[in-house]
């Protein structure tokens, strides 16, 4: 059994441009939501994709977009990349409604590191 | 593998003693709490989980201790071992409406062999 799947493992990119991130959720899961995690600190909450459609959105600018697909894998799109957007993206399934609960599965995360 | 944080407080404990990782939270209306493990270069992990309702919970060899009053969570780690080595993280949300988790900065523990 898959658990979450996260794509790249690694990126680098420079101020400016933009990126994509992609997450398939563990096998059965149908709710993906968003963590950025800065070094030396724990996961800050993006947002969260259920049916398709963003349910909850944390304190980020518009610059920060995602989407769900039919088969509940999901992408976070970040444009105009800052310097400050360097983090470790992680992407977490659950099953609705356990969306906030101890049954959220973390993938290993995608590092991006902004030049 | 990666480093998850380069400024965590740590916390260093000889293997086979017990670790206490301690924890404040701000929201008075948090109700639902989780430990989490984060090992370099990857996601964090679930440990043990406890409700507003309870001031303890033990799983196998982790014990979490909640003290409303003054808004604090500790993990306990019985028997530390050299797998427990990693960065230590408690999260709280108030387990009514989807309000997502509010993780706290961390803490590194290092087991000593």
């Known amino acids: 059994d898959a658990g979450v799947t996260q794509s790249p493992t690694h990126l680098i990119k420079t101020r400016g441009q933009q990126v994509t991130l992609r997450c398939s959720p563990k096998?059965?899961?149908?709710?993906v939501s968003w963590y950025q995690q800065a070094l030396g600190q724990g996961p800050q909450f993006i947002f969260q994709?259920?049916?398709?459609?963003?349910?909850q959105r944390g304190n980020f600018p518009d610059r920060f977009s995602g989407h769900q697909f039919p088969n509940y894998s999901s992408e976070l799109n970040v444009n105009a990349l800052l310097l400050g957007d360097s983090a470790l993206y992680l992407c977490a399934s659950t099953i609705a409604p356990n969306m906030n609960t101890g049954e959220l599965f973390f993938g290993e995360g995608s590092r991006l590191t902004v030049l | 593998g990666e480093s998850v944080g380069l400024h965590l407080p740590t916390l260093s404990v000889q293997e086979g003693d017990n670790s206490i990782i301690n924890c404040a939270y701000s929201?008075?209306?948090?109700?639902?709490f989780i430990w989490y493990k984060q090992e370099s270069g990857k996601g964090p992990q679930f440990i043990i989980d406890i409700r507003s309702n309870m001031d303890k919970r033990q799983g196998q060899r982790v014990t979490v201790l909640l003290n409303k009053t003054v808004k604090h969570l500790s993990l306990q780690i019985a028997a530390t071992q050299p797998g427990d080595s990693a960065v230590y993280f408690c999260?709280?949300?108030?387990?009514?409406?989807?309000?997502?988790?509010?993780f706290g900065k961390g803490t590194r523990l290092s087991v000593i062999a």
């Open positions: 929201n008075s209306a948090s109700d639902y």
């Open positions: 096998s059965g899961h149908d709710t």
């Open positions: 999260a709280e949300t108030p387990s009514s409406g989807n309000t997502p988790l509010v």
């Open positions: 994709y259920y049916e398709e459609e963003e349910r």
